[in-house]
């Protein structure tokens, strides 16, 4: 009996020793790289790349570190390398080995994707391709200036108050107008639309720029800081003709381009501090034509600036207009 249980004890013992070895012949690894190979069958979680060894060698990369024996390699018992990552963007890995450039996606999601995988992979021509590309589309991204159109008050004061930035508004709405308008007026209102455009290209990324055309105002430049109006000019007003009212628009370039200039006090919310302050103070006393509101000594008040307010003319030839006073 006990030579029997010796013989059934040395049966099991090969049985599990072949199990082992099967079980080994389906994953190993290989410390000793792929030197000895000259084709590559690499299965990339899942996604099955064919290529010779010499492509993966070009450049001193994870890659080639597999091929040389630097990094230890996991084969399958069919012969396929396994590499334990998303095998989406491979593809575009090892054709950018093969050929030194490649079409990158447009995609700033997918951008970034490849530029993990190029990572991982430590193939730096690669990193460095997709670095000069997503720079490439922050640039155009900078480069364009949108202008947001206000459509309610409610949307108005939540964009104002809920903004960093400086805030410059437009309210452009000519067919607000009961009366006719003078020979000049209409050049004006495209006058003040196109240093609208222009201011807005300028100070791109620094003041916001927004528009309103459902307002009671014509045309009226409103200036923010830190949630609140701080200037607002006004180039509209009535002409007392001696036949009828017409509606005259001024064009105040330089008055419009000082404003915009002292509501960059409030960028990066440097209207807070005293220098701030002093600033809006002395500007304050630079406006000639200001009419102040506000009974409030706490609180900084509103510089309105009407063009010409008081005295007002026709834009006819002379000896046919009569100027009043309002």
């Given at each position: 009996?006990?030579?029997?249980?010796?013989?059934?004890?040395?049966a099991?013992?090969?049985?599990?020793?072949?199990?082992?070895?099967?079980q080994?012949?389906?994953?190993?690894?290989?410390g000793?790289?792929?030197?000895?190979?000259?084709?590559?069958k690499?299965?990339?979680?899942?996604?099955?790349?064919?290529?010779?060894?010499?492509?993966?060698?070009?450049?001193?990369s994870?890659l080639?570190?597999?091929?040389?024996?630097?990094?230890?390699?996991?084969?399958?018992?069919?012969?396929?390398?396994?590499l334990?990552?998303?095998?989406?963007?491979?593809?575009?890995?090892?054709?950018?080995?093969?050929?030194?450039?490649?079409?990158l996606?447009?995609?700033?999601r997918?951008?970034?994707?490849?530029?993990?995988?190029?990572?991982?992979?430590?193939?730096?021509?690669?990193?460095?391709?997709?670095?000069c590309?997503?720079?490439?589309?922050?640039?155009?991204?900078e480069?364009?200036?949108?202008?947001?159109?206000?459509?309610?008050?409610k949307?108005e004061?939540?964009?104002?108050?809920?903004c960093?930035?400086?805030v410059?508004?437009?309210?452009n709405?000519?067919?607000?107008?009961k009366y006719?308008?003078?020979s000049?007026s209409?050049?004006?209102?495209?006058?003040?639309?196109?240093?609208?455009?222009k201011?807005?290209?300028r100070?791109?990324?620094?003041?916001?720029?927004?528009?309103?055309?459902?307002?009671?105002?014509?045309c009226?430049?409103?200036?923010?800081?830190?949630?609140?109006?701080?200037?607002?000019?006004?180039?509209t007003?009535?002409?007392?003709a001696?036949e009828?009212?017409?509606?005259?628009?001024?064009?105040?370039e330089?008055?419009?381009?000082?404003?915009?200039?002292?509501?960059?006090?409030?960028?990066?919310?440097?209207?807070?501090g005293?220098?701030?302050?002093?600033?809006?103070?002395?500007s304050?006393?630079?406006?000639?034509?200001?009419?102040?509101?506000?009974?409030?000594a706490?609180d900084?008040?509103v510089?309105?600036?009407?063009v010409?307010?008081?005295?007002?003319?026709?834009?006819?030839?002379?000896?046919?207009?009569?100027?009043?006073?309002?």
């Open positions: 009996m006990s030579a029997e249980a010796s013989a059934g004890s040395v099991d013992a090969s049985v599990l020793a072949t199990q082992s070895s099967g080994g012949s389906e994953e190993k690894g290989v000793g790289g792929l030197a000895g190979s000259k084709y590559v690499l299965n990339v979680g899942g996604s099955l790349h064919y290529t010779t060894v010499q492509t993966l060698s070009k450049e001193d994870l080639r570190s597999m091929c040389n024996g630097g990094a230890e390699v996991t084969i399958d018992s069919e012969g396929w390398v396994v334990d990552r998303c095998g989406r963007h491979f593809g575009l890995v090892l054709n950018f080995m093969r050929d030194g450039s490649v079409p996606p447009e995609s700033h997918e951008l970034e994707e490849v530029l993990k995988e190029a990572q991982y992979y430590r193939v730096q021509g690669l990193v460095q391709h997709c670095m590309a997503m720079q490439k589309q922050r640039n155009v991204y480069g364009v200036c949108r202008i947001p159109m206000i459509t309610s008050t949307e004061q939540r964009m104002i108050t809920t960093r930035k400086p410059v508004k437009l309210q709405n000519r067919g607000n107008n006719s308008y003078t000049n209409d050049d004006n209102l495209l006058k003040n639309i196109e240093l609208f455009d201011l807005g290209l100070f791109n990324g620094r003041v916001l720029f927004v528009k309103e055309v459902l307002g009671d105002e014509i009226c430049w409103s200036f923010y800081g830190e949630g609140r109006k701080i200037a607002e000019v006004c180039c007003s009535i002409v007392y001696t009828k009212k017409q509606t005259k628009v001024e064009f105040p330089a008055r419009i381009f000082e404003e915009t200039l002292n509501i960059l006090i409030y960028e990066n919310g440097r209207g807070s005293p220098g701030g302050v002093a600033l809006l103070e002395s304050s006393l630079m406006a000639s034509q200001s009419e102040e509101e506000g009974a409030s706490g900084r008040r510089r309105r600036i009407h010409r307010r008081h005295i007002m003319h026709d834009e006819r030839g002379h000896g046919q207009q009569t100027v009043y006073k309002d």
